[in-house]
T-cell receptor, first 112, second 115 residues
């Protein structure tokens, strides 16, 4: 079945460092891909998404490009801030949008 | 954005007792609510989808008699873990929306520990 694999955490970085969180997927058809973020004490929020190959999703300085050839959707940010400390989930959905399939989540901790 | 409130945020209960978790949409009407579960170091897994006024649809492998879901109004869904056991200890998250899972808003989650 469809699945998402993302890198194990925690990821610990200093402020202004470059961030990459790897995400690869297995799916039939052409899924849409998502990154969600969960800040401490809050619900998951959609961070960015891409709906077709080569699309780049971006938001709040984060980017991810839908790579069909490598079945990847890696999350990147050029300069992280302490406020980016959170858990990040990669996810995909089927074409009907009736279900979300998540990765295990990666905890990011940024120190000043 | 839309707000979904989940209560309680954490709960500890004794083995054999039942626990109810509430999921409320505070500023919109949610025709569809989704319940997820996340075991430590595992993925967030969809347990069931509920539509207001009808029976929930459970994912394969989820016991409907153990995890009772009620979605009696457009702003409230409840998940009751009946006769809880330590293996039910997990992080439970709801999301609420008006159809598609990708357009639903998430609650903050409930950490259940069964002792």
């Amino acid at each position: 079945g469809d699945s998402v694999t993302q890198m194990e955490g925690p990821v610990t970085l200093s402020e202004e460092a470059f961030l990459t969180i790897n995400c690869t997927y297995t799916a039939t058809g052409y899924p849409s891909l998502f990154w969600y973020v969960q800040y401490p004490g809050e619900g998951l929020q959609l961070l960015l998404k891409a709906t077709k190959a080569d699309d780049k999703g971006s938001n709040k300085g984060f980017e991810a490009t839908y790579r069909k050839e490598t079945t990847s959707f890696h999350l990147e940010k050029g300069s992280v801030q302490v406020s980016d400390s959170a858990v990040y989930f990669c996810a995909l959905t089927n074409q009907a949008g009736t279900a979300l399939i998540f990765g295990k989540g990666t905890t990011l901790s940024v120190s000043s | 954005g839309a707000v979904v409130s989940q209560h309680p945020s954490w709960v500890i209960c004794k083995s054999g007792t039942s626990v109810k978790i509430e999921c409320r949409s505070l500023d919109f009407q949610a025709t569809t609510m989704f319940w997820y579960r996340q075991f430590p170091k595992q993925s967030l897994m969809l347990m069931a989808t509920s539509n207001e006024g009808s029976k929930a649809t459970y994912e394969q492998g989820v016991e409907k008699d153990k995890f009772l879901i009620n979605h009696a109004s457009l702003t409230l869904s409840t998940l009751t873990v009946t006769s809880a056991h330590p293996e039910d200890s997990s992080f439970y998250i709801c999301s609420a929306g008006q159809g598609y899972a990708t357009e639903a808003f998430f609650g903050q989650g409930t950490r259940l520990t069964v002792v």
